[in-house]
């Protein structure tokens, strides 16, 4: 088996813990924080309108850092939207948690093109189970997620923030993993497609 596609389905796996993770006390943590009823689920849509704004720039750090230069970039990103999201939901502050998630979106939207760099990692005949096997690696998000929100939800005084402190420990992981995954160059350009 190729060492470097178990490392990226691990990486995957982490990914979805935090995904999972994020989403399972969001809603909670912004219940208890909201000004209003109507605005507790403000933190998920954050992490998904963080997304979507964030893939220009992803797409941008692809090009310039390489798959896992970016990836870098999008754990280090989870790992600072997380320590934001712990201090706003210790400190109370509900904009600041909406904040946090929405610049996790950008982890969202970088974690969301592990699949498409594990078919660089094999040979042309295997890249479909290749993309199977980093999108299996979710299952690991399925399973810890939820689990990972339940064991840190009281571990301080503030209920959540030991889950938020978990997932900055979870980007920690992430980073160590990526650092040992070696993704092939990127294809040099075309002249005319420089130009243009």
């Known amino acids: 088996m190729n060492r470097q596609l178990l490392l ?25 924080l909201a000004p209003f009823g109507w605005m507790a689920t403000l933190p998920v849509m954050g992490y998904v309108v963080g997304g979507a704004l964030a893939a220009p720039l992803v797409a941008r750090s692809q090009a310039r850092y390489g798959r896992r230069g970016s990836f870098q ?19 109370q502050h509900f904009w600041v948690l909406v ?49 990972l929100a339940a064991w840190t939800r009281a571990l301080l005084p503030t209920p959540f923030v030991g889950a938020y402190l978990a997932l900055a420990v979870v980007a920690v992981l992430g980073m160590a993993v990526m650092a040992l995954i070696q993704f092939p160059p990127a294809p040099a350009k075309a002249a005319g497609a420089a130009a243009g």
Request: aromatic share 8%; charged share 5%.
């Open 8 to 32: 990226l389905t691990l990486a995957q796996g982490l990914f979805l813990i935090n995904n999972v993770t994020f989403i399972a006390i969001n809603g909670l943590v912004g219940l208890q």
């Open 99 to 147: 904040l946090a998630t929405v610049i996790a979106g950008y982890y969202n939207a970088n974690g969301q093109l592990y699949r498409f760099a594990a078919a660089e990692l094999t040979p042309p005949d295997w890249r479909e189970k290749a993309v199977s096997l980093v999108l299996a690696g979710g299952l690991l998000g399925a399973i810890i997620g939820p689990n």
């Open 73 to 91: 970039i999008g754990l280090l990103v989870a790992l600072g939207s997380a320590l934001l999201a712990a201090w706003a939901a210790s400190a």
